[in-house]
Every structure is written in C-alpha cells, then in structure tokens.
C-alpha cells in the first residue's frame, strides 16, 4: 500500500486500512468489511462503489474512526489508531478529518454560521472572533453568505449539503469522508455538491473519499475503489492527466 505512494512521491499515506476486518457480533456474527488493504494519498478525490449492504459506508467509517476494526489497522497519517485513546482518536477525528453525510445533520435550533462553528469550538484551536471569520468564509465561499444567519430549515436540500461541506473544512482537514453526499438530492443540486467536492480537491488541495451510487458521478472521478461482500474487487485509477474538468477518465487498474 504504502510503497505505491512512495513510488508516487508521497512518502507516508494519508490514511491506510492494514488488512482491516470488521465483524457485527450477535448470534449469527455479520461481517460488514473483510480483509480491506488500501492505501490513500493528498489530494485524491475517491468512489466507493458497490451494491447496498456491500460494506461501502462500514469502510468510510473505519477510515474516519467512527468505528474500530474487529482486526486489522487504520494508519493515519502513519499513525496506528488501534491503540490510541477515545480522547486521542476524537483530536485526531477533529483535526485530520471532515465528515459530510447523506443526511446533513445539522443542529435545527441553530444558525449555519453556528453550525459550521461548531467543529471549530471543540478543537479549540482558534479565538471566537477567528472562528467566526473563518465560518463566514466558507459559507461565503460556498455561496452561501447572504443565507448564514438562517436556519437549517430555512434552506433548501441543496444549500444545507453545502452547509455540511463547509462544516467539514472547519477545522481545516486533509481529509474529506462523505456519505452519499448527492444521495437526497435532485440532479442539479446533486452536481453543484459534486463541484463543490471537485473544488475542495483541484482548488484547497484536500483528499475527498466519498460513497456514491451514482456511477456518472462516479466515472468522474480520480480512482474508484469497488466493494462486494465487504471486500475490495477493483482499485481503478484515472489513467495519465485527469483530463478537462467535468470529463469522462479513462480509468486503469491501480497498483495499491
């Protein structure tokens, strides 16, 4: 895993599942990810594909340490997460990554602007002021300033999507894990989020890893990684340039 990168110029991967297995105990034990081995470098913009039930979002979830593996490691920026603490794990969830789900979840009794804050308030690495500045940004940025005093409920599907995208970039993350970011949405807000991730990629240098069923989506993007009864069948990787912005990728296996 981690030499592919290497050979690429990378020296360490950003993140890296380690033959990571993840069983639901119970009376007839489920398992949900069996044997994953990957290896995810900056600047990446990934699908995870597969049918329903094929581990696609208990893979997401592993990588952003909202679930720990029955076996097998989750590398961090080359650190093994197995052993850390709750605590450490919850810093490093805070300060490495952003989360964007199918369904936003954003707090109803309060404004965007407080929601996006919010990420921000329990790492604690900025001022208030500072904090309120950088959630302004990225609202605006997202175009969404003349809506940040509003709530949640005040917004359409679209715009509160938007609203988790910049939630996730509070903290200034390397990494973007996203659920099914376009699942609830109608197809033209479905292809604004779908920029808006392709920007976070192509324009802040962040890696976004997201879960999709759109396969047009899908062939739209740097590397497709397929899932099948929890394990991975295909890495594809786009073949030489990405190609125009928007385009098709011929796609070639990928060596991780």
Do not use: C, W
């Not at 904090?131 to 509160?160: N, T, V």
């Amino acid at each position: 895993m981690g030499d592919e990168l290497r050979k690429r110029g990378t020296s360490v991967p950003l993140v890296e599942a380690r033959e990571v297995t993840r069983i639901l105990p119970g009376i007839v034990p489920t398992t949900l990810v069996r044997d994953v081995s990957l290896a995810v470098g900056e600047r990446e913009f990934v699908a995870i594909m597969g049918p329903s039930g094929s581990g696609k979002s208990s893979l997401l979830y592993l990588l952003g340490l909202l679930d720990l593996p029955t076996s097998g490691e989750v590398v961090i920026r080359g650190r093994a997460t197995s052993s850390m603490s709750e605590a450490e794990r919850g810093h490093v969830r805070l300060s490495t990554l952003g989360f964007v789900f199918q369904f936003h979840f954003l707090l109803p009794e309060f404004s965007i602007l407080d929601n996006v804050m919010l990420p921000m308030r329990a790492l604690g690495a900025l001022a208030p002021s500072g904090m309120r500045e950088r959630a302004a940004s990225l609202l605006s940025a997202l175009g969404l300033g003349e809506h940040m005093h509003k709530r949640p409920d005040q917004l359409s599907g679209g715009q509160r999507q938007r609203v988790a995208v910049a939630r996730a970039l509070a903290n200034d993350p390397p990494l973007i894990l996203a659920d099914e970011p376009t699942g609830s949405l109608d197809s033209k807000s479905s292809e604004q989020v779908f920029e808006i991730l392709r920007e976070v990629v192509e324009g802040r240098g962040k890696t976004v890893i997201a879960v999709t069923h759109d396969l047009e989506l899908a062939g739209r993007m740097q590397r497709r990684i397929q899932l099948m009864d929890g394990a991975i069948t295909a890495d594809e990787r786009a073949a030489g340039p990405r190609g125009p912005l928007g385009g098709p990728l011929a796609l070639e296996p990928s060596k991780t």
